[in-house]
């Protein structure tokens, strides 16, 4: 990831049965309950995504298309 994106992108693990990660993430934890999301989910920038599988093509292009539409607003 850092050798394609240097420091613009990275990428987070974080299991839900932990009790820090429970209280520090209950925002989008919640939103993945309300709408009935299966584990894994795959969140950018706190927005769920993806989820049920881990494909990293596709974090790939949502990370590229997230880039691109922040260098268009630059």
Known sequence: ?????????SIEYYDVKSPD????HATVIDEIDKRGLLY????????????GAVSYPAI?????????ALADRA
């Open 40 to 51: 894994p989910v795959t969140a950018i920038d706190g927005v769920p995504v993806y989820d």
């Open 1 to 9: 990831m850092s050798r394609r994106y240097g420091d613009s992108a």
């Open 60 to 68: 790939l292009r949502a990370i590229e298309n997230k880039l691109a």
């Open 21 to 24: 990660v429970q209280r520090e």
